[in-house]
Nanobody
């Protein structure tokens, strides 16, 4: 059984940075597709960024390209979402997800690709 625990959320000024962590237990992070999604109040959950297992190639939503970077540390068995240049509209609960399959890149943004989900961490961007 894979378990995911997110951390690193908080309150940040517009233009600031945060790094979210997703600690993985039960399986090596390098054998999982790792995704980040977010959900703002009153909105549907949306894809943010993801990392394929093995090669580690990435995919990101257009709204965060150039600002957010997804990565993993195999030794720490943790995935990360580095968020720079944060905007008020980035305010949301952020969730990490893990998939045991080997999805094609175009499937990384699909929720059904993922088998396990974390509990979420809140990110609030406000002045």
């Amino acid at each position: 059984q894979v378990q995911l625990v997110e951390s690193g959320g908080g309150l940040v000024l517009p233009g600031g940075s945060l790094r979210l962590s997703c600690a993985v237990s039960g399986r090596s992070v390098s054998t999982l597709a790792m995704g980040w999604f977010r959900q703002a109040p009153g909105k549907e959950r949306e894809f943010v960024a993801a990392l394929k297992r093995g090669s580690g190639s990435t995919s990101a939503a257009n709204s965060v390209k150039g600002r957010f970077t997804v990565s993993r540390n195999n030794g720490e068995n943790t995935a990360y979402l580095q968020m720079n240049g944060l905007k008020v509209e980035d305010t949301a609960a952020y969730f990490c997800a893990a998939g045991i399959g080997n999805p094609i890149t175009s499937s990384l943004g699909v929720e059904s690709t993922y088998d396990y989900w974390g509990q979420g961490t809140q990110v609030t961007v406000s002045s």
